[in-house]
């Protein structure tokens, strides 16, 4: 098919009686005036965003209506007129607006659907583009948020810590130990296909060249916007939906790509700029090194859930990351090359470099024959000419490696660089030959930092399974050695601790060479192995973190030490090692037990003086997605707050240094939301310069598509953290607001649980009125959307499906129920509680995170669009229990939105952030239409699926693609899935 088809009258409905034309003017709402009405309601300007705004819908309405004709133009218009200026819809809609969507033909819901998608991608790059110019410009409402969000940037964070009186001993000592670590993870939640990002960002450049050329060059203007409208017709002409599952490396590829087109070139300009504002307020500090910020990956690295991920998937992903950052620096080199063009007659060389000369031209004659003549008076152009032969060499063997880590390794290449040091040392001589005769090189400094950060391993593997695995492991090993009188799984936790503390104080090894254990185990054992094996070939830089899902006990973290002793990554004999057991505490059962567990660890002295020989940093992660998904968003959020202070205390009075790894989702619902605001929030001493946290889905896309993006992203973190380690960001009258939040967070988790897993019918009423069986089927991810079986119930479901679920039908139920009810209870307990709860806001920076984060995902719940998903898609046997869920929820959003108002002391939702509720309503316009759309093509679906005869218009296929559609369309609208 070359171009959209032109559907006719006859093909744009199905048995309309009175057609759409009819339909529409009955409704009485004249599309232009309620286009004009919805500017209004927006305070659309005329800034450059707005502008920006304005250009890419005149292209969108341009190119939809050469593809498919006005029909589909006037039709778009009128389902935006389907909801109110302020971006909600309308009261249940009459039927005559439903006509509109119940009788277009499947084609026309396709193209519509589609339509809607493309409108919101681009919408998003245009805010992406220019939202952060867009957002200091316009001033904040609210002073508390103006002052909260005024130092994320370095230029304003070093003069206001300077006005704190921040003793400059003191910020050395952080900036010394400063370390961050973004880790990116193939979480099912790129709903958007590779190659559909390819068009973002091309699009993104022409944008840029844009706003270049309307100040220079009226003509090349005009031209670059015919190429804009050539782009969204390419973009309108390709498939949005994947064609077929990822596998694990095509992830790995996804993600890998983010590394090779911004993060190589940001992360020196972020050096660069906290250097230079840090010298502007404290002249005498030395910035921190390069590396204080780097990345690591779960891409091709988690098996948790993931079966796909297996011990040659992971050694294949090193390979490939190693490929490509060598190829990185190979361009480097080779730029750096047409760069130091110095000549022997006008400027000195360092000794040290001449005698580098010889012995590269001993250990490397080919490359002499080849440049000595051409560059014979140029002696740095001839060192980077043998420095880009050994990065071709060490590539080349790095591509003799077989893609099995079982198979043996080929013989080392003569004179590859064994290590990035080596590298970074032939850089380093450059650089300083060139300091000693009064010369600097920029592109040089970058390049020393960029090696400094990827080294040859690009991003740091974390390894991660659940500890069901090692358990079930161990049991079968131990039956197969017969050295127990019953299985391991049926012993307690004191006697399992008492025996693997036993037996890791012994040299019997445990493992035979041939593993004649069952798959799961074989597999599990060869991850051990290849762990072993990368860190031989690859350095310990590439993978030295275990992280152990769903831990509990003690055991937990002693069964994975005990794997590790086996094949060589941990001796407790001799305290050394070079695998760090970072137990991940997930439920709030889990959370609740987490510094016990950590107190056991520390209380064992073996494990002590390994951690001594590690710099004594212990890392835990703390998951917000299943402790939310388990209690919901007010108690797990506290309960993560509460664990970060036990475990810092535990942590301190064994002496040793606490590195917590946020396992943040993309969504309020699992973790997310703005990271600047959520750092300030962590509780007092538990920050101390290190962070480490998840960038999980379309996040990544969000946040690092474009090198401006990915600096703000990376420049925001880094400030909030030197703030957090340096500033008191919790109150004196904490323990009094703590026992507060401790009855809140109760009352929040049982009006919560009651309705989630206590509620009769609730179940049945989630996989009726939310499109989670269909999202199941994207293509999206090479992970199941449950952790095992296919039981529909709540507890076996991933947490991201389950919130992606409620996204798409606009009740957001995780990100806020529970919280109105125990806000309103306090409330009504004493006259003046309400004014302490509007203190708490204003004083304390996790009770503001919290309230803010539930304000702003109230804006995006549309109850109208909701109680259509419930009447529509229930069955006609529980529509009525439905009906009464629904209430439920409904009458529990009004008393939350209530409350976050009293306590803000806001009129409207987001009214101390103009810019984000634009934004919203923005999109809001265009999602509500596109969800009756999805709710008309999920009826047919499913109707087709319970059809005994299989008679149908339409196949079950072109429905399923046409659902899929709009749930890509909403995910894309509201900027998440899960």
């Known amino acids: 098919m070359t171009s959209s088809p032109r559907l006719t009258a006859a093909e744009w409905t199905v048995g309309s009686a009175n057609g759409l034309e009819e339909t529409s003017l009955r409704m009485g709402r004249d599309p232009l005036a309620h286009s004009l009405e919805v500017n209004e309601a927006l305070h659309l300007g005329n800034s450059l965003l707005n502008r920006r705004l304005q250009l890419v819908e005149e292209l969108w309405e341009s190119v939809l209506l050469q593809e498919c004709g006005q029909s589909l133009v006037d039709l778009l218009q009128r389902l935006r007129s389907m909801c109110s200026p302020e971006g909600q819809a309308l009261e249940y809609p009459v039927p005559e607006v439903l006509q509109i969507v119940e009788y277009l033909s499947l084609d026309a819901a396709i193209q519509t659907a589609r339509a809607f998608a493309l409108f919101f991608q681009l919408i998003n790059i245009v805010e992406q583009h220019?939202?952060?110019?867009?957002?200091?410009?316009?001033?904040?409402?609210?002073?508390?948020?103006?002052?909260?969000?005024?130092?994320?940037?370095?230029?304003?964070l070093f003069p206001y810590l300077r006005a704190q009186g921040v003793p400059p001993g003191l910020l050395r000592r952080l900036l010394e130990q400063l370390h961050i670590r973004m880790v990116f993870t193939a979480h099912p939640t790129e709903i958007v296909r590779h190659t559909i990002r390819e068009k973002q960002r091309a699009f993104s450049r022409l944008l840029s060249q844009l706003d270049w050329a309307e100040q220079s060059s009226p003509l090349q203007a005009s031209i670059l916007k015919e190429q804009l409208a050539e782009e969204v017709l390419l973009w309108w002409r390709t498939d949005e939906l994947h064609q077929a599952k990822p596998t694990v490396l095509n992830e790995v590829d996804y993600t890998l790509h983010y590394f090779e087109e911004v993060l190589f070139q940001a992360i020196p300009l972020l050096h660069e700029y906290l250097s230079r504002?840090?010298?502007?307020?404290?002249?005498?500090?030395?910035?921190?090194?390069?590396?204080?910020?780097?990345?690591?990956?779960?891409?091709?690295?988690?098996?948790?859930?993931?079966?796909?991920?297996?011990?040659?998937?992971?050694?294949?992903?090193?390979?490939?990351?190693?490929?490509?950052?060598?190829?990185?620096?190979?361009?480097?080199?080779?730029?750096?090359t047409k760069t130091l063009s110095i000549s022997l007659h006008w400027g000195d060389v360092d000794s040290q470099l001449l005698d580098a000369l010889e012995q590269d031209h001993r250990l490397l004659?080919?490359?002499?024959?080849?440049?000595?003549?051409?560059y014979r008076q140029e002696p740095y152009r001839l060192k980077l000419s043998y420095i880009q032969r050994r990065l071709e060499l060490t590539r080349e063997r790095n591509r003799q490696l077989a893609d099995s880590a079982h198979l043996p390794a080929p013989p080392p290449l003569a004179n590859a660089y064994a290590n990035a040091k080596e590298f970074l040392a032939d850089l380093r001589l450059i650089?300083?030959?060139?300091?000693?005769?009064?010369?600097?090189?920029?592109?040089?400094?970058?390049?020393?930092h960029q090696v400094e950060v990827f080294g040859f391993h690009l991003a740091h593997l974390d390894i991660r399974q659940d500890s069901s695995y090692h358990e079930a492991a161990l049991t079968e090993i131990f039956e197969y050695l017969r050295i127990l009188p019953r299985p391991y799984s049926d012993m307690t936790e004191e006697e399992k601790t008492a025996f693997l503390l036993q037996e890791l104080q012994t040299r019997?090894?445990?493992?035979?060479?041939?593993?004649?254990?069952?798959?799961?185990?074989?597999?599990?054992?060869?991850?051990?192995?290849?762990?072993?094996?990368?860190?031989?070939?690859?350095?310990?830089?590439?993978?030295?973190?275990?992280v152990i899902s769903m831990s509990r006990q003690l055991s937990d973290l002693l069964e994975v030490l005990l794997m590790a002793k086996e094949v060589g990554l941990y001796d407790p004999i001799s305290g050394k090692g070079s695998l760090a057991v970072v137990p991940l505490f997930e439920t709030v059962e889990d959370l609740k037990r987490a510094p016990e567990v950590l107190k056991g660890l520390l209380e064992i002295p073996f494990y002590r003086q390994y951690l001594s020989q590690q710099g004594d940093l212990q890392e835990v992660m703390l998951g917000y997605s299943d402790s939310n998904k388990d209690s919901g968003f007010l108690s797990s959020n506290w309960e993560i707050y509460k664990a970060q202070q036990m475990l810092q205390l535990v942590a301190e009075s064994y002496g040793v240094k606490l590195q917590i790894f946020h396992g943040r989702g993309g969504s309020v619902g699992r973790g997310g939301g703005p990271a600047y605001e959520a750092i300030l929030a962590q509780p007092g001493r538990s920050v101390g310069g290190r962070i480490k946290i998840t960038e999980q889905g379309e996040v990544l896309a969000s946040k690092y598509s474009l090198q401006d993006l990915a600096i703000f992203n990376l420049e925001t973190v880094t400030s909030a953290v030197i703030q957090a380690s340096l500033l008191r960001t919790y109150p004196n009258d904490l323990h009094e607001w703590s026992r507060l939040m401790?009855?809140?967070?109760?009352?929040?988790?049982?009006?919560?649980?009651?309705?989630?897993?206590?509620?009769?019918?609730?179940v049945e009423f989630f996989h009726e009125v939310t499109p989670i069986e269909e999202i199941s089927q994207l293509q999206i991810s090479s992970r199941p959307a449950r952790r095992s079986g296919s039981k529909k119930d709540i507890g076996s479901l991933r947490a991201i499906p389950w919130?992606?679920?409620?996204?798409?039908?606009?009740?957001?139920?995780?990100?806020?129920?529970?919280?109105?009810?125990?806000?309103?209870?306090?409330?009504?307990?004493?006259?003046?509680?309400?004014?302490?709860?509007?203190?708490?806001?204003?004083?304390?920076?996790?009770?503001?995170?919290?309230?803010?984060?539930v304000e702003m995902t109230l804006s995006k719940v549309d109850l109208q669009i909701a109680r259509h998903y419930v009447r529509e898609m229930s069955s006609p046997e529980r529509l009525e229990r439905a009906m009464e869920l629904f209430e439920c929820i409904a009458q529990e959003m009004y008393r939350t939105r209530e409350m976050v108002l009293q306590i803000t002391g806001h009129r409207e939702l987001l009214e101390n952030d103009p810019y984000l509720k634009r934004s919203v309503q923005l999109r809001n316009r265009s999602i509500v239409p596109l969800g009756f759309i999805q709710v008309s093509l999920l009826k047919r679906l499913r109707e087709n699926q319970g059809s005994r005869t299989g008679r149908t218009r339409y196949s079950r296929a072109e429905l399923l693609r046409g659902a899929m559609l709009t749930i890509n369309g909403i995910a894309a609208g509201m900027r998440n899935t899960g």
């Open 130 to 156: 220019y939202e952060r110019a867009e957002a200091s410009d316009m001033r904040m409402v609210d002073s508390q948020q103006r002052t909260v969000r005024e130092n994320e940037k370095f230029e304003r």
């Open 742 to 762: 401790e009855s809140l967070a109760d009352r929040s988790r049982q009006v919560y649980r009651s309705l989630v897993y206590e509620q009769e019918g609730f």
């Open 277 to 336: 504002s840090l010298k502007n307020s404290f002249p005498h500090l030395e910035p921190p090194a390069a590396s204080f910020c780097n990345f690591g990956s779960w891409v091709g690295s988690d098996r948790d859930g993931n079966p796909s991920v297996t011990a040659d998937v992971t050694w294949q992903t090193a390979r490939y990351q190693r490929n490509l950052i060598l190829g990185k620096y190979i361009e480097s080199v080779k730029s750096l």
């Open 431 to 448: 650089q300083t030959s060139l300091k000693s005769s009064g010369l600097a090189c920029r592109q040089l400094s970058h390049l020393i």
């Open 803 to 853: 919130v992606f679920s409620w996204t798409q039908s606009r009740f957001l139920l995780p990100a806020w129920y529970g919280v109105g009810t125990a806000l309103q209870e306090y409330v009504a307990k004493g006259d003046h509680n309400l004014k302490h709860l509007q203190h708490l806001y204003r004083e304390w920076p996790f009770f503001r995170m919290v309230i803010s984060k």
């Open 508 to 546: 019997r090894p445990l493992l035979p060479l041939d593993t004649p254990f069952s798959e799961k185990t074989t597999e599990l054992v060869a991850t051990f192995r290849t762990l072993r094996r990368l860190q031989q070939e690859f350095g310990l830089a590439i993978c030295q973190t275990y």
């Open 365 to 374: 004659p080919e490359v002499y024959e080849s440049f000595s003549l051409q």
